[in-house]
């Protein structure tokens, strides 16, 4: 590539490069799509979830000399990959090479080729080597592709469908603060702000933070920094499975929730010049266990415990929808990703074969982590929108079909159940209120609304965030688009 030119000039490959080339066309500019790849975070953004990779350290650059760090494992022991930026031409397109890691060589090429002044396409051009010569290719060169494939489908598609909110919402650049960051939606949620040209201030749990976040709990000039923030995301609060529940342990799981919601509420109601959006976590738990009864958002709350916190949690909301503030209560359901949450405890058992969950009738109202950060993007956009919002697939589905689905993408049959007495006898209260307990709810708001899931089906968000779609080379015939 010519970091001076217009970014098509790929050299040709060694003589003993393997070659991979996908192509996917971006619903942006190319300096829109450029400035995504640019910001601060991409490169975890577009590391799969199934991959045992992570981003150690990174300077934050595509700039020629930029290098980043990243660890991982391949056949289970550790190792360290080390990548060095080798070209930079904005908006047209940038180069990185493995100065050391798995393969022999590694040198990948990004291309961002203008369609339009609304569209783009951009070309993922790999020439690596596997190590051990004819050896390594033979032993490891079929998975290593598979591998490829599967790496690019995941980057392409979520490429594309972030993208896509920022084209469709066309939101002015805004200053967001939000909790719960290390958790698994708001660290998603913030990378993709992050992505899209917003700022985003995280608010930590201590006393006092650094000017790039904000304490509110703490001394008062930390809650004065709310001021000139446009919105807040509030996600934290204590795992409700994070141990069998006792009284002291439900007793933390509701304060939680109910006292730094109230707290972060009252806050914004007396900030000037302070947030006009306040977007807070609830659950699909309010409507406790219910049978086969269809769940909107005007169906009544239930009478057990989560039901209980998720009632008091959205009426902490209270000291800021007086003021004037925009609250919106987005109602989880089960959030799949094998990074965390639910997926990621079932992934062992439906490994070993597992099956149901009791007798497996019970409604399971789930929904994919990419759609629960694009929902919220869709709260933050639509200035009209308030009040709860149910934050699920539009295909709720039983548990023993779940479980089925989920056999059949990873290729093991669900076998074995597991009884509803033996699941109470190890977890308590848990197993009824988290496992057996039958919801089936619809995101009616959420449609009527106008968003847009990109995965309503349940196998392919599963197909999808374990690795199991594919996008062969374009050279080859049967190249497909990915999405």
Not at 121 to 133: A, E, H, Q, V
Not at 270 to 299: H, K, V, W
Not at 405 to 418: D, H, N, R, T, Y
């Amino acid at each position: 590539m010519n970091p001076t030119g217009d970014g098509t000039n790929v050299p040709p490959p060694h003589a003993g490069d393997e070659r991979y080339r996908a192509k996917i066309d971006l619903p942006v500019s190319a300096e829109e799509a450029f400035a995504y790849h640019e910001r601060p975070g991409c490169l975890q953004r577009l590391t799969p979830p199934w991959e045992s990779v992570r981003v150690e350290s990174s300077d934050q650059s595509l700039h020629v000399g930029s290098r980043v760090v990243m660890k991982a494992k391949v056949l289970g022991m550790p190792l360290r990959w080390r990548a060095r930026h080798t070209e930079y031409s904005p908006p047209h397109g940038f180069a990185d090479t493995q100065d050391a890691g798995p393969f022999h060589s590694w040198n990948h090429f990004h291309q961002f080729q203008p369609i339009n002044d609304y569209q783009c396409d951009l070309t993922d051009d790999l020439r690596y080597r596997l190590p051990l010569g004819w050896a390594g290719r033979l032993l490891g060169g079929r998975l290593a592709r598979r591998a490829i494939e599967s790496l690019f489908a995941y980057r392409h598609r979520i490429t594309h469908d972030d993208l896509a909110l920022h084209s469709r919402y066309a939101v002015a650049p805004m200053t967001i603060a939000i909790s719960g960051t290390s958790g698994l939606v708001g660290s998603s949620i913030a990378s993709l702000l992050t992505l899209l040209g917003h700022r985003v201030l995280p608010i930590t749990r201590g006393d006092k933070a650094d000017s790039d976040a904000i304490a509110p709990w703490g001394e008062p000039q930390e809650a004065r920094k709310l001021r000139g923030v446009d919105a807040v995301i509030h996600l934290a609060g204590k795992s409700i499975a994070s141990g069998r529940w006792s009284k002291k342990l439900k007793s933390e799981i509701l304060s939680s929730r109910v006292e730094k919601t109230r707290h972060l509420a009252e806050l914004i109601a007396s900030c000037e010049d302070g947030p006009r959006t306040f977007l807070c976590a609830s659950a699909t738990g309010i409507y406790g266990s219910c049978g086969d009864a269809l769940l909107t958002e005007q169906s009544p709350p239930g009478d057990d415990f989560l039901s209980g916190v998720a009632v008091e949690w959205e009426r902490a909301c209270q000291p800021a929808v007086d003021a004037g503030c925009r609250v919106a209560h987005a109602r989880l359901g089960i959030v799949l990703d094998p990074n965390g949450g639910a997926l990621q405890k079932m992934l062992l058992p439906a490994k070993l074969a597992g099956g149901r969950l009791g007798n497996g009738r019970q409604w399971w109202s789930w929904i994919g982590l990419d759609d629960v950060v694009g929902g919220l993007y869709h709260l933050l956009a639509s200035d009209s929108l308030s009040g709860p919002f149910n934050f699920v697939s539009p295909n709720p589905i039983q548990n023993a079909d779940f479980v089925r689905v989920l056999g059949k993408v990873i290729g093991i049959p669900a076998l074995f159940p597991a009884p509803a007495p033996l699941l109470r006898f190890a977890l308590g209260e848990m197993a009824d209120a988290l496992l057996l307990a039958s919801s089936r709810v619809t995101p009616n708001r959420l449609l009527e609304s106008g968003y847009q899931f990109r995965f309503p089906e349940l196998a392919d968000q599963l197909r999808y965030c374990l690795g199991r779609v594919r996008k062969p080379s374009q050279e080859d015939p049967s190249d497909e688009d990915g999405r």
